[in-house]
C-alpha cells in the first residue's frame, strides 16, 4: 500500500508562481512513475506532468516551458513548479504514485490540493 499526499496549493494572481509537493509512504519499491494531474470543475481529470524512475519527463502541450516536474528520491517526494499561471491553471492537482507489483501495474493517488489563479 502506498498513501499520497499532496501540498502548497493556493491562490494566486495571474503570472505567478507555485509549487506543489507530493509525499509517499509505505511500500514504495518498484516505483516506475510519479506524476501530476488536475481536474478542473466539469472536466476529465488530465495528465499535467510525468517523471519515470529513469528520470525522463513529459508534459503536458499547455504546461511546457512553464511547469517542471521534479523528484527527491531519498526523501520520497515529487515536487512540480508552477511558473507563469495562467486563469486556465485554475483546478486540483493531484499527485499518482505507480509502481509495479507482481507484473501488475498498482496507481495511487493523494487526495489533491487546489490551485486557483485568479486576478
Known amino acids: 500500500q502506498v498513501h499520497v499526499v499532496e501540498s502548497g496549493g493556493g491562490l494566486v494572481q495571474p503570472g505567478g508562481s507555485l509549487r506543489l509537493s507530493c509525499s509517499a509512504s509505505?511500500?514504495?519499491?518498484?516505483?516506475?512513475?510519479k506524476g501530476w494531474y488536475r481536474q478542473a470543475p466539469g472536466k476529465q481529470r488530465e495528465l499535467v506532468a510525468v517523471i519515470s524512475s529513469g528520470d525522463s519527463t513529459d508534459y503536458a502541450d499547455s504546461v511546457k516551458g512553464r511547469f517542471t516536474i521534479s523528484t527527491d528520491n531519498a526523501k520520497n517526494k515529487v515536487y512540480l513548479q508552477m511558473n507563469s499561471l495562467k486563469p486556465e491553471d485554475t483546478a486540483a492537482y493531484f499527485c499518482?504514485?505507480?509502481?509495479?507489483?507482481?507484473?501488475?501495474?498498482?496507481?495511487?493517488w493523494g487526495q489533491g490540493t487546489q490551485v486557483t489563479v485568479s486576478s
Open positions: 499518482n504514485w505507480k509502481k509495479l507489483s507482481n507484473g501488475e501495474y498498482l496507481t495511487y
Open positions: 509505505g511500500n514504495l519499491f518498484n516505483t516506475v512513475a
